[in-house]
Each structure stands twice: as C-alpha cells, then as structure tokens.
C-alpha cells in the first residue's frame, strides 16, 4: 500500500508562486505514473499535469500550461508541481495520485489528503 503526502500549500497574491510535493512511503511509486488533480469548492476534481515513470513525457490542463511544471525525483519517492504566476482561479485543493496515463480521475488508485492553495486577488 503507498501512502502520498502533498505538502507547500498555502496562502499567495495574484502572480506569485508555490511548489507544492507529493512525499510517497510503503513502496516505490518510480514505476508508476504520477498526477495532479485540483477541486475548487462544488466543481468536479480535474486534472492539472501528469509526469510518466521516467519522466520524460508530461502533461497539463490548457488552462495551466505555461505556468505550472511537474517533475519527479524517483530517488526520494517524490513528485513535485512549481506553480508560477498563480491566478485566483488557481485556488483549490490540490492533491496527488498513482495511476495510468489519463485525464481521467477515475484512473488513478491512491490519493494524498490533499494541500490547499488559496489565491488572492
């Protein structure tokens, strides 16, 4: 069983930036592919950016493109996400998630708490 813990939430202005990780325990995840997901209050959770096992192919949501980078360090069993010019759209929980190559929230196992990024105007 994997455990995720996301972590570097927090409170920013308009145009700032956080880099939020996604610490992994009880077994590798360097095998697995890696999302990001974020849900703002009574939307859906939606995807933001998905890295492969080796890390060399990656994905984003068009509204986070440009501005958002996922990467994996597989030696600490860690994922991160730099979020730079953050909007107040940008504001919700964001958590972390094993799973297959897809958008679909549906296609991801084990899922993190989750970390809250508030943006404000």
């Known amino acids: 069983q994997v455990q995720l813990v996301e972590s570097g939430g927090g409170l920013v202005q308009a145009g700032g930036s956080l880099r939020l990780s996604c610490a992994a325990s009880?077994?590798?995840?360097?095998?697995?592919?890696m999302g990001w997901f974020r849900q703002a209050p009574g939307k859906e959770r939606t995807f933001v950016a998905g890295i492969t096992a080796s890390g060399r192919t990656t994905n984003y949501a068009d509204s986070v493109k440009g501005r958002f980078t996922i990467s994996r360090d597989n030696a600490r069993n860690t994922v991160y996400l730099q979020m730079n010019s953050l909007k107040p759209e940008d504001t919700a929980v964001y958590y972390c998630a094993t799973g297959s190559i897809s958008y679909d929230v549906r296609a991801y196992d084990y899922w993190g708490q989750g970390t809250q990024v508030t943006v404000s105007s």
């Open positions: 009880g077994r590798t995840i360097s095998n697995q592919f």
